[in-house]
């Protein structure tokens, strides 16, 4: 009997996530699984949260990464926050923006979308135009657009909305780790993230933050949250207080890997991971202009964990790929939606990110593409 496990060769992975895990992380993977309620694994939980408090600079109680990816962590926020006939404006120029209104829409929210075409960043003033002429509970943006490599500027959202009162959800499952994520300072009531980005742990968890105004929504609510699994309040009995209950097995072992990952960010310094994200992204974008190759989005609003950029004319962009992929063992993404065949989205996440790697990819695209 052949196993394909056995065989997996070491791919580097410079797509849109995941991203290439250290040894360390997957060492942390293989300890010992403890029992949910073991005393030693409730002290790993909540130093799991402080963890993640630095890395989204908060101070919320409600902090912990939810047990499935980060369309969950979405899910989780809205499901949480919004009840039948309520007002939600999303803010969409992506398809990650475009899966929260779609969440939103079958919650029974009325649904506004304030559609930004793929590749601009959402204007601020638009925001302000749209929120003051009709009044929302909940406003939801994407911090970075995946789908894109757009940078939305969420901290200047957050205060206009707060004048308004409405609660902000913000997407960062590709943002934390690699860029500057100011949960409170921002105004966010919830946030979510992913492990299998910038924060280089296989795919698995989503971080979840919520503010104490979102927990009082939550409280007030008129109707039980539609969904058992992702209900707030019946989690946070597992993940807060003295005394621990059960409420559905936690993926203990991912727990470890995100504990250990957070620990590799937080010895590296936030402020260096920041640096070094920035600078082998101004790496590759140098390297890609001497092949011919132009990045897709404006500098100011370029993301450096997810570069986006133009397939020369006449390329055929799968057929690259998949040499990349097989006589390169490097892996890079394709655009998505209105964007496939125009684009590749070129990975520079959490451990992915380095200039060696870099130099890897653009010998590899030089010898692909024959120049
Ligand atoms: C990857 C991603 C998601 C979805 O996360 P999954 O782990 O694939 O469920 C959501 N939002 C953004 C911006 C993403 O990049």
Request: hydrophobic share 40%; proline share 6%; net charge negative.
């Amino acid at each position: 009997m052949t196993d394909l496990i056995e065989n997996i060769p070491e791919i580097l992975l410079m797509g849109p996530g995941p991203s290439c895990v250290p040894e360390e992380v997957y060492e942390a993977l293989r300890a010992p699984t403890l029992g949910h309620l073991d005393p030693l694994f409730i002290e790993i939980m909540d130093e799991t949260k402080e963890r993640l408090r630095l890395v989204m600079k908060t101070d919320n109680d409600l902090t912990f990464p939810v047990s499935a990816t980060g369309s969950a962590g979405m899910e989780a926020c809205l499901v949480n926050l919004i009840e039948p006939g309520d007002r939600v404006l999303v803010l969409v120029n992506g398809v990650f923006g475009g899966r929260m209104a779609e969440i939103a829409r079958r919650l029974g929210a009325e649904v506004d979308t304030l559609d930004v075409p793929w590749g601009k960043p959402v204007d601020p003033a638009e925001v302000e135009r749209v929120v003051s002429k009709r009044e929302y509970k909940v406003v939801s943006v994407v911090h970075a657009e995946t789908s894109t490599g757009v940078r939305n500027p969420v901290e200047e959202i957050g205060p206009i909305l707060k004048l308004r009162g409405a609660l902000y959800v913000v997407d960062t499952v590709t943002s934390l780790g690699g860029i500057d994520v100011r949960c409170d300072e921002w105004g966010v009531d919830a946030l979510y993230s992913g492990t299998q980005k910038c924060l280089s742990c296989p795919p698995g968890l989503s971080p979840v933050s919520f503010s104490q105004r979102a927990l009082e929504t939550i409280d007030r609510r008129k109707s039980k949250v539609p969904n058992w699994y992702l209900d707030m309040s019946l989690i946070k009995s597992y993940w807060e207080g003295k005394k621990r209950a059960y409420h559905h097995t936690a993926p203990i072992n991912m727990i470890y890997a995100l504990y250990r990952a957070l620990g590799l960010v937080q010895a590296e310094g936030l402020e260096n991971v920041f640096a070094r994200h920035r600078k082998s992204h101004e790496h590759l974008a140098a390297g890609l202009r001497e092949i011919g190759i132009e990045m897709f989005v404006e500098p100011a609003f370029r993301l450096p964990m997810l570069n986006a950029v133009r397939v020369p004319d006449g390329v055929d962009e799968a057929a690259v790929r998949s040499r990349l992929r097989e006589s390169h063992r490097i892996e890079i993404g394709a655009g998505l939606g209105p964007l496939a065949g125009k684009i590749w989205r070129i990975g520079l996440m959490g451990h992915t990110s380095k200039e060696e790697n870099v130099d890897r990819l653009l010998g590899a695209m030089r010898k692909v593409l024959g120049r």
